[in-house]
């Protein structure tokens, strides 16, 4: 029996992926007695992907798209072909540690309600990345972050008034875990589902973790699982207006679909008006700061596009189609807390 499917989403990072793959046959080898599959999903590269992952030792079984249907339909591809008794769904953009396959799968199999997984994230310098946030709600709207911290300490640590991820090794329960190494038991995907495909990019790990919940089934994040995280180039600064408006698009069908359509509107006007007192300060600092003036012109187009009335046409999606920009899709994913690219 398979004890583990990896779905790996890529989009024209054939570097990456190369890489990804090669640390994937390094944590085969760390525990031959594990045994793996391994299913990459192209979302229609140009950039010779599928022959590179093609050419890899691990062989993967390869699903190559003709477009990029985002990475929640992408995933799906991979989900509906999995044999592994768990899931990972890995970013291309992942350095993990050749023991992180084996602790995830024992953990797994040791905590029975145990439905989603995450591991601890570095960035390549070293520097811890956010592995563990909050569900969005009405309250992650309104309260700054800090306070946030403060009132809902289960989003840094999963444990009330710990205060730190650093005070224990054990999986613990939180309410969401970050994507870019993401255990699923494999026997949910009948009751809990797939990943909703109505995100193009975005909280489709979130919203998952909040159905996981719901369903009665816990989501851990585990220190002892660690990766290096974002050695990609990231949308944010590829297409960053669209990033944004991509993200702001996400949250509100989250905030529609798992608060209620008073708490998104409560949400957007919030936000809104957030952005109008922001524009007016970095109208003031445009005057001295080219940097300014560029954020000036992001905030301002993703203020316009509320305004507008949200257009469906406009980010991401046709982002890419527009331009062809290239840039990790998973690293995409990385951004789920909520004041990330507000």
Known sequence: MIDLTIVIVNYETRELLSRCLAGVAEACAFDSTLIVETIVVDNGSRDESVPCARASHVEPRVVALTENLGFA??????????????????????????????????ILDGRENAGVLGA????????????????????????????????????????????SVEATMKP??????????????????????????????????????WRMRSAGYDVLHCDSLRAIHGLGASSKRRVPLATRIEFHRSLYRY????????????ARSVRVTRMGIG???????SAFSSAARRRLAERMGLFLWHLRGRPEDEGLASALLADGARFNVADVGEVTGCGDVA
């Open 73 to 106: 339909a992408a995933a799906n591809h991979g989900l509906r072909l999995r044999r592994g008794r768990h899931v990972l769904l890995l970013n291309t953009d992942v350095e993990m540690d050749p023991s992180m396959l084996r602790r995830g799968v024992g």
């Open 172 to 209: 613990r329960v939180v309410e969401a875990v970050r994507g870019a190494v993401f255990f699923i038991r494999g026997e949910l995907l009948e009751t809990v589902g797939l990943l909703d495909e109505g995100y193009f990019f975005f909280l489709e790990e979130t919203d998952y973790c």
């Open 279 to 285: 524009l007016l300060g970095l109208l003031c600092l």
């Open 120 to 163: 601890a994230l570095r960035h390549p310098s070293g520097r811890r990345q956010r592995s563990v946030h909050a569900l969005p709600d009405l309250v992650s709207e309104l309260v700054p972050e800090p306070i946030l911290r403060w009132v809902r300490p289960e989003m840094i640590s999963g444990k009330p008034g710990t205060g």
């Open 255 to 266: 905030l529609d679909r798992r608060c209620s359509r008073g708490v998104s509107r409560v």
